[in-house]
């Protein structure tokens, strides 16, 4: 996510799920990157 511009966030691997936390304002943006990377995989 660093790599897209995103500072404010964490991310913590919990089995097979991940865990994301981000504040209120980047939460959309980031869940835009996230699906588009999700896709091409």
Do not use: C, W
């Not at 991310?11 to 835009?32: F, L, M, V």
């Amino acid at each position: 996510m660093r790599n897209q511009g995103f500072s404010e966030v964490t991310a913590r691997a919990n089995g097979d799920h991940y865990d994301i936390k981000t504040d209120e304002d980047s939460a959309e943006p980031i869940k835009q990157v996230l699906e588009v990377y999700l896709k091409q995989r």
